[in-house]
């Protein structure tokens, strides 16, 4: 019994590792430039449609792919947001989530149009598949190097923005932009590069998730619902609290599963009302929010 | 009313008349049906400043239960829509008493994912709701003696339901009670320093909007006789919000105009292709970028009345979060 539910602790921990991915990305990208990313979950597509075409194509191996698609996809991240969310900065919040919504959905229509519903298959390197022997317990080896390349990843966003020069300047950007430009710092010159950093972190998400779930068109649009309910219950405070929730979120909806499997899929909305009734700004957010 | 004014409402009342004439009647019926739906969700974005990135959830809600009493109980016609408008509205009750806790781009994103836990359940919900297959063989039965099999009468039928709901939009939009929405909107520090409750004022309006949206639901349903998972689905929210963007959020005429277009392209483009959500998505990013009053807003700005209301929500000055 005690092993299986540690066995269901780690496949929520493996879960978590893509909302943490995905909602860190929101989070970096919202800190900047105020946009609610909705195409992200569409971007994380690409990634995996980015590993799946760069080996079928190309024969580019997995290990490879994990480095190039979430450049492809930030690159594509990029132009998006050079012609189109470049022009709403000033505008209202709002028009810039309906921008990437519309975005979002003729994206995934385009590949479903290219790829067909039902997704492509995409095996794990060979060096990952069969299973890991931690005590008494098995674990899939390629579910151990998700987990791990995911909290490199996070650590790795976390020692950029704490640690280097570029995220002091982004940090003093993300709270006081103007005067940071009286400063001196050219803050429009960071909007792309923090973007499309966060776009890449989607990517990755998606290579990640390419081995371990259906390569399909839709594969983005309910995972994206489901960590913006992620985002509200963390709040976007701080990259740390997007990271801590997502994986948070992904062990209870694991237990949820345990004892109430056909529950599992609300387990997400159900904390989201609760937060909302206790601490409405969420659990590492600020009272002033909005 | 002015004579210009008087001449648009005419030609309005002439083209809802010989629609049925025009295009074949279920088509005419769903124009009216989802006129409605954007009529509501316009209350809350137009009037109140809140974006519902999750009305599916009510016009879903009302189309199931709407869809449950004509099979089940062979209730008559607006019977069975008015009660699945009564239904979204409990529904709307508890979802929009916790999403109004958040505003602005927080308030999307929880209506969103509420509507999508309703997705969930009406996918899980089986014995209800059919799962995947829906419900189908929806009658359309009679009503006050009358049979509505034919297109053609259910499409008047509806007419004068669809009407009636869309006076009561109006209506509520002009009365004191609108008039608070409006303050709600442009700025509700001061409309709550004035000792109005925003949050009561809030929920009213997103259950009043809630209510009509479910009742635009089971008109729709009893229209087409079948409801399946794609009426609570999001890409039925994102349909609501770009008619009402289309046709001009805030404008009385500007819903049902947008839901026209939105409707009756939908069904000449599916003659030769399916790339609707490529269609759907490239009209979005054309609103949001260049037409963002809409048509009925941008006529109204160009004859000369009163100006287009200003964005739902004035763009904050500080920052709303921070990289930490």
């Known amino acids: 019994m005690i092993e299986n539910l540690l066995l269901q602790v780690f496949n929520g921990l493996v879960n978590g590792a893509f909302y943490a991915l995905l909602s860190l990305g929101l989070a970096v990208i919202f800190g900047m430039l105020r946009v ?25 191996p997995f290990w490879w792919t994990l480095l190039a698609a979430p450049i492809l996809v930030a690159a594509i991240g990029l132009v998006f947001e050079r012609l189109l969310l470049r022009r709403l900065y000033d505008a209202d919040l709002l028009y810039n989530l309906l921008l990437t919504f519309g975005l979002a959905l003729a994206i995934q229509d385009a590949m479903r149009i290219r790829f067909g519903m039902q997704g492509v298959p995409y095996g794990a390197p060979a060096a990952l598949q069969g299973a890991v022997e931690i005590g008494p317990l098995l674990f899939p080896a390629y579910r151990l190097f998700v987990l791990a390349v995911s909290v490199l990843a996070c650590l790795g966003t976390w020692w950029l923005i704490d640690r280097t020069r570029a995220g002091l300047i982004i940090r003093a950007a993300t709270e006081r932009p103007m005067l940071t430009r009286a400063l001196g710092v050219d803050v429009d010159r960071w909007i792309p590069a923090v973007f499309a950093f966060g776009v890449a972190l989607a990517g990755l998400a998606g290579v990640l998730a390419a081995p371990m779930r259906n390569v399909s068109p839709v594969m983005g649009a309910d995972l994206i619902i489901t960590t913006f309910a992620i985002v509200v219950i963390g709040g976007m405070g701080s990259i740390l609290g997007s990271v801590v929730t997502g994986f948070i979120v992904g062990v209870l909806e694991a237990l949820g599963a345990v004892y109430y499997p056909s529950a599992a899929n609300l387990v997400v909305f159900i904390l989201m009302a609760a937060i909302l009734l206790v601490r409405p700004a969420g659990l590492f957010g600020s009272a002033d929010a909005g | 009313m002015t004579a210009r004014r008087r001449i648009g409402w005419s030609l309005l009342g002439a083209a809802a008349l010989v629609l049925p004439l025009v295009v074949y009647p279920v ?44 099979t089940r109980l062979q209730a ?35 209506t969103l994912a509420f509507a999508q836990m309703v997705y969930y359940i009406a996918n899980q919900w089986r014995g209800v709701t059919g799962g995947e297959n829906g419900i189908t063989g929806v009658p359309r039965g009679h009503a006050f003696g009358v049979s509505l099999v034919s297109s053609t009468v259910f499409y008047y039928a509806t007419l004068v339901l669809v009407t009636l709901a869309l006076l009561l939009c109006w209506r509520i939009v002009r009365s004191p009670f609108g008039r608070i929405l409006v303050a709600i ?49 999001w890409s039925t929210s994102g349909t609501v919000v770009i008619m009402t963007l289309l046709g001009g959020m805030g404008t009385r005429l500007g819903p049902v105009v947008g839901a026209a277009l939105v409707i009756a392209l939908r069904d000449a483009i599916s003659a030769w292709t399916d790339a609707w959500g490529v269609v759907t998505g490239i009209i979005f990013i054309a609103v949001i970028l260049a037409f963002r009053r809409g048509i009925v807003g941008t006529l109204e700005g160009a004859l000369g009345r009163r100006a287009a209301p200003a964005p739902a929500v004035p763009a904050p000055e500080r920052p709303l979060g921070t990289i930490r």
């Open chain 1, 36 to 60: 609610i990313n909705f195409m992200h979950g569409a971007l994380y597509m690409l990634g995996a449609f980015g590993a799946y075409l760069l080996t079928a194509w190309w024969g580019l």
């Open chain 2, 27 to 70: 088509l005419g019926a769903d124009i009216l049906a989802w006129a409605l739906f954007a009529a509501a969700f316009d209350l809350l974005l137009g009037h109140t400043g809140l974006l519902s990135f999750g009305h599916a959830a009510y016009f879903g809600c009302g189309a199931y239960v709407a869809a449950l009493l004509a």
């Open chain 2, 76 to 110: 008559p016609f607006p019977l069975n829509a008015l009660a699945g408008g009564v239904a979204a509205g409990i529904l709307s009750l508890p979802l929009m008493g916790l999403s109004i806790r958040r505003k602005g781009i927080y308030f999307a994103m929880i």
């Open chain 2, 185 to 233: 909107r442009e700025n509700e520090a001061r409309a709550q320093s004035l000792g109005y409750a925003v949050g009561r004022y809030k929920l009213i309006a997103a259950m009043l909007s809630g209510a009509l949206a479910g009742l635009a639901g089971g008109i729709w349903v009893i229209n087409h006789g079948f409801v399946g998972l794609d009426a609570v689905h």
